[in-house]
């Protein structure tokens, strides 16, 4: 015959120490600090897949309004010929509300001829920096 015994169980305060939960914060801080980065770095391709939209967007335009006129606006007429009526211009429709800003908030920049194909127009963002001719910029003709 078996004769039970009580058991004799050491009663542990259940919890965390606080070393436990300033450890289990730093985790935590850490990670999100790595995913506010990551975020960071999405939004400024997204800047970047919004600029080629906008170079498709704005190119669209410019063969509608080489239809309509005969050929691409000058340099000197630039964007604007999308937006209000350049003098001398035959056939023209308003193409445009306003003239198109980068994701940065700046104009975008045209030059008729292009740099690199000499038939065709370039479409110019400045870039995150808004400064003209730096490493940043990004040309229609370099897609």
């Given at each position: 015959?078996?004769?039970?015994?009580?058991?004799?169980?050491?009663?542990?305060?259940?919890?965390?120490?606080?070393?436990?939960?300033?450890?289990?914060?730093?985790?935590?801080?850490?990670?999100?600090?790595?995913?506010?980065?990551?975020?960071?770095?999405?939004?400024?391709?997204?800047?970047?897949?919004?600029?080629?939209?906008?170079?498709?967007?704005?190119?669209?335009?410019?063969?509608?309004?080489?239809?309509?006129?005969?050929?691409?606006?000058?340099?000197?007429?630039?964007?604007?010929?999308?937006?209000?009526?350049?003098?001398?211009?035959?056939k023209w429709v308003q193409l445009?509300?306003?003239?198109?800003?980068?994701?940065?908030?700046?104009?975008?920049?045209?030059?008729?001829?292009?740099?690199?194909?000499?038939?065709?127009?370039?479409?110019?963002?400045?870039?995150?920096?808004g400064q003209l001719n730096t490493?940043?910029?990004?040309?229609?003709?370099?897609?």
């Open positions: 015959m078996k004769i039970n015994r009580p058991s004799t169980h050491i009663r542990r305060n259940s919890g965390f120490t606080l070393l436990e939960i300033v450890i289990v914060l730093g985790i935590i801080a850490v990670l999100m600090g790595g995913s506010i980065a990551l975020v960071g770095k999405i939004k400024d391709g997204a800047k970047l897949q919004r600029v080629g939209g906008d170079f498709n967007a704005i190119g669209s335009a410019l063969m509608t309004y080489k239809i309509n006129a005969g050929s691409y606006p000058t340099t000197a007429q630039g964007l604007k010929a999308l937006v209000t009526k350049p003098a001398g211009a035959r445009s509300k306003a003239e198109p800003l980068d994701p940065w908030g700046n104009d975008y920049g045209y030059v008729f001829p292009g740099k690199k194909d000499k038939s065709e127009y370039e479409l110019i963002s400045k870039g995150p920096d490493e940043d910029d990004l040309s229609s003709q370099d897609e």
